[in-house]
């Protein structure tokens, strides 16, 4: 949505105006525009939340999921914010609303996270699907001054933002 969009729908939405400009009084020196990005950041994490998604990754579909942390063993148990399944082809973000364990994130924060733990865990598809999962451990060196590894990462990023446009994160 450009500036101009978002300014129109604030101007032709009566409860969304008075909506945002009460969010800003209680926000002290956020402008409306400030307001207004940070309110379609929550719809947007509010409705990837609420509903699984599927993907291709490099041709091979994967579920994304949200789960409670306390109700994922392999999340807890290893301390993680999500994490992909090689063989099960799904990605698991966790549920950053459960109290337990994000209560001192702001809304704002644990949308951003989302993101973040969401994309990281897309790559992690996408180099399992590329086959560079099988040999990962064998390579001797970082892999951040791996050159196979950079030319991939230039060949595929096309691949790899086009799932982040669709799920725009």
Known sequence: MTEKEL???????????????????????????????????????????????????????????THKISEDDFMKSNNLEGWCGENSKIIVVADYEEKEYFSDLTEYEKAQRRKNTLRHEIVHAFFNESGLSASSNQYQGAWAKNEEMIDWIAIQWHKINAVFEQLNI
């Open 7 to 65: 300014n129109a729908f604030y101007e032709g939405n009566n409860d969304f105006r008075e909506y945002v400009n009460n969010f800003r009084k209680s926000k002290e020196g956020m402008t409306v525009q400030q307001a207004l990005r940070y309110q379609v950041v929550q719809l947007v994490a509010k409705e990837m939340k609420e509903i699984d998604m599927t993907i291709s990754v490099l041709g091979t579909v994967y579920t994304i999921e």
